[in-house]
């Protein structure tokens, strides 16, 4: 059985940068809301349940081989889909002369929907899915799929940006009752509670959480507020607590893009496997850490002398010793020995 399945989109990036930058633009990136989501899942399913992790990728006419290469290495449970009369969902982020991000896409984009997870039995009987679309996209997956298994899988939304707004909160507070995991960004939560400042205290931020889990009723369900560099605050079963970000230097950050992302997936295989917030919350905070290091996707390699595998050059067990040692107060001395049996 999957542990984990994203329906995120597959895109291949470019950046291109203002000529005062004198920086060459980047062409063939891994991108997309649904491959950064997977590769944080990987990255904290580890080797042995690489194959739990899933997402659905669609080639088209024009896929590139490295990116095909390196997909693959990650040995995931992927479903390629190849489409020779289409062109590969790509994007473009173009960076003004400001520094600010815009974003076009270049080639016609491609949704995954219920109905690819329902015609596949090992993505439909997933145990969390991972979402990232409109309030009322979220609500039509989440019926659909739920429609077609009888497994109660978790459910992790992660709400589009462009979707935060006043306006659309009353429509997902009907929403949240069906959602396991809910977990915008600290600016998303803000915007959908009508909130113009961006709390940095812990009280701060249990006032715009508390907006949120009075609507999270299921079982066990609870928010989780990614706030950047603060790290992130999480707020079920009665009890709250905000993490700390992996990487407190921030000198540290390359590139933001696909942070957020890789942080679901990571907290998602972790409370699947754990069932614990405070670990899911450390290890999604560790792989957002990671993929922020550097422009696109991690790179992964084999560690020294001993044949696991790094990301980055750093293992995840190390980045989690690492972590712990930043953050004593947390007294993860359980989950260091837990991950060094693994």
Not at 55 to 67: L, M, R
Not at 251 to 268: H, L, Y
Not at 271 to 300: D, F, H
Request: glycine letters at 10%.
């Amino acid at each position: 059985m999957a542990l984990f399945c994203t329906l995120g989109m597959f895109i291949i990036d470019e950046n291109r940068y203002p000529a005062s930058s004198n920086r060459p633009n980047d062409y063939d990136i891994i991108g997309g809301a649904g491959s950064y989501a997977l590769i944080g899942a990987r990255i904290v399913a580890g080797e042995k349940q690489s194959k739990s992790v899933c997402a659905i990728i669609d080639k088209g006419s024009d896929f590139p081989h490295q990116v095909e290469r390196e997909l693959l290495a990650w040995n995931t449970g992927t479903i390629f889909r190849e489409d020779k009369t289409r062109l590969t969902s790509r994007g473009a982020n173009i960076y003004d002369e400001q520094g600010i991000r815009h974003f076009e896409y270049l080639a016609p984009k491609k949704r995954i929907e219920a109905k690819d997870v329902v015609a596949n039995d090992y993505l439909l009987h997933s145990k969390c899915f991972h979402l990232i679309c409109s309030v009322d996209r979220c609500k039509e997956l989440v019926e659909s799929i739920g429609a077609n298994t009888t497994e109660n899988p978790i459910f992790i939304y992660e709400p589009l940006p462009d979707d935060c707004i006043s306006e659309n909160f009353d429509k997902l507070s009907q929403l949240l009752p069906q959602i396991d995991i809910f977990t915008p960004n600290l600016n998303e939560a803000c915007s959908l509670v009508g909130e113009t400042e961006l709390p940095d205290t812990e009280e701060g931020l249990d006032k715009i959480a508390s907006k949120f889990s009075r609507y999270l009723s299921k079982p066990k369900s609870g928010l989780v507020l990614r706030c950047g560099a603060l790290g992130c605050y999480v707020d079920a079963e009665g009890t709250s607590q905000l993490y700390p970000a992996y990487h407190q230097d921030q000198s540290k950050v390359i590139d933001v893009t696909g942070g957020g992302n890789s942080f679901c997936g990571g907290f998602a295989v972790a409370y699947v496997l754990t069932g614990n917030w405070q670990t899911a919350a450390i290890c999604g905070n560790i792989v957002s850490g990671c993929i922020i290091e550097r422009l696109g996707m991690p790179k992964m390699g084999v560690e020294n002398g001993r044949g696991g595998e790094t990301w980055n050059g750093t293992s995840f067990e190390e980045r989690l010793r690492i972590y712990a040692e930043k953050n004593p107060a947390l007294n993860l001395g359980d989950l260091l020995s837990s991950s060094s049996k693994q």
